[in-house]
């Protein structure tokens, strides 16, 4: 599902890549990623979390970023200096068919994404199959009381069925084939966490 313009303008805020580099500060004391590995990040937006992923798990390496919105894509072209932009690879796709085959990406970097597929479900399970076995997928997600209250249900826009909260998330998530690791949550507000590939 694609963002409309309150969204956007909450995704492309000037606070969001330092929230995003606070996260990724949290995961990278609780994971270790090897050396060269393999990224994928769906959902990259303008891409300020892919080039903060590049920065501090693989420096030396690509980053695939992907984005179903295609007007998304075009803003990592002028978000990110060319500079910054090496090393990153941005392509439109659909989180529920990665074009990737199985067991390819050693880690799956997501902000904010599954809640915003109507099919979550099935975007979980083409996380997991392209993963590789003991590969990580990294995740931050909100519940539905943070955006389908009387208020922000008006202004945002996301699926109205098939909503997830917390025990449904970790439970499909294990069904999946994940394992979970270390998570902050707010069973009201939404998760950080990473989950194993087993």
């Not at 990580?136 to 996301?158: D, K, M, S, V």
């Amino acid at each position: 599902m694609k963002l409309n313009w309150a969204e956007r303008l909450a995704v492309n805020n000037p606070l969001r890549p330092l929230q995003q580099r606070l996260e990724i500060n949290w995961y990278r004391r609780h994971v270790d990623l090897p050396k060269g590995a393999r990224i994928l990040e769906i959902g990259c937006g303008r891409g300020a979390g892919s080039y903060l992923i590049k920065r501090a798990f693989n420096p030396a390496g690509c980053i695939h970023a992907m984005d179903l919105d295609i007007g998304m894509i075009r803003k990592a072209g002028t978000y990110l200096s060319p500079e910054a932009r090496e090393g990153l690879s941005f392509f439109v796709a659909d989180a529920c068919r990665l074009p990737y085959r199985d067991r390819a990406m050693d880690a799956v970097f997501g902000f904010g994404v599954l809640h915003h597929i109507p099919d979550w479900q099935g975007a979980l399970k083409e996380i997991v199959r392209v993963l590789e076995d003991g590969g990580i997928y990294f995740f931050e997600e909100l519940y539905p009381a943070l955006y389908q209250n009387c208020i922000t249900r008006h202004i945002l826009l996301h699926p109205r069925e098939n909503r997830f909260r917390a025990e449904a998330l970790k439970r499909a998530v294990a069904e999946a084939g994940l394992v979970m690791g270390t998570y902050l949550e707010n069973p009201y507000l939404g998760i950080l966490g990473y989950a194993e590939k087993k």
